[in-house]
């Protein structure tokens, strides 16, 4: 089983601060790494598939990167409605994974 | 507009049995793999199981092999989640997720359900 570790667990922000949260795989995954959204009371959504490729209607202050065993997804300027835990998922291979998540909270 | 909505939570005593259900819309739902995901109270998000579009491939958690079942009805566009044998630590909330491609086995979840909560509590 590939496990997928999420650091930091917690990251209390400003508005407008750029926010960076990684995601180490216990081995390559290739690209097949993708990001997720979850609000407070809401199901999760797509927000970056394939380590890097933008999802339509999420905000461009969103980007992800990486490749092999370490990702990172970048929040640029964060803005208030951004709060939410964030976590990774491989679909690299079964069965699939997601790792811990990483909550976000405005200051 | 894709819709997934899941129902049939609940409370249910251990070692008892729950279905679950996922009605489709907005979509070719026989196109697509389905899932379902869960998450308990507070936690994080686990996979629970997987099928793909046309039911030739399934797949369970360990977690769940041998007690639960899932199964898809293409004409009736829903997928279920048949749930046996039933421990506190399935406690949670099942979400359906639709995969982006027929097989299931290396798919991302492009659309979720608002989920059902299931308490598995005597």
């Known amino acids: 089983e590939i496990v997928l570790t999420q650091s930091p667990d917690f990251q209390s922000v400003t508005p407008k601060e750029k926010v960076t949260i990684t995601c180490r795989a216990s081995?390559?995954?290739?690209?097949?790494l993708h990001w997720y959204q979850q609000k407070p009371d809401q199901s999760p959504k797509l927000l970056i598939k394939?380590?890097?490729q933008s999802i339509s209607g999420v905000p461009s202050r969103f980007s992800g990167s990486g490749s092999g065993t370490d990702f990172t997804l970048t929040i640029n300027s964060l803005e208030a409605e951004d709060a939410a835990t964030y976590y990774c998922?491989?679909?690299?291979?079964?069965?699939?994974?997601f790792g811990g998540g990483t909550k976000v909270e405005i200051k | 507009e894709v819709q997934l909505v899941e129902s049939g939570g609940g409370l249910v005593k251990p070692g008892g049995s729950l279905r679950l259900s996922c009605a489709a819309s907005g979509f070719t739902f026989s196109s697509y793999s389905m899932n379902w995901v869960r998450q308990a109270p507070g936690k994080g998000l686990e996979w629970v199981s997987s099928?793909?579009?046309?039911?030739?491939?399934?797949y369970y958690a360990d977690s769940v092999k041998g007690r639960f079942t899932i199964s898809r009805d293409n004409a009736k566009n829903s997928l279920y989640l048949q749930m046996n044998s039933l421990r506190a630590e399935d406690t949670a909330v099942y979400y359906c997720a639709r995969g982006d491609h027929p097989q299931p086995h290396s798919s991302l979840y492009d659309y979720w359900g608002q989920g059902t909560l299931v308490t598995v509590s005597s």
């Open positions: 394939y380590a890097s």
């Open positions: 998922h491989q679909s690299s291979s079964l069965p699939l994974t």
């Open positions: 081995q390559s995954i290739g690209s097949s």
């Open positions: 099928i793909s579009s046309s039911s030739s491939y399934i």
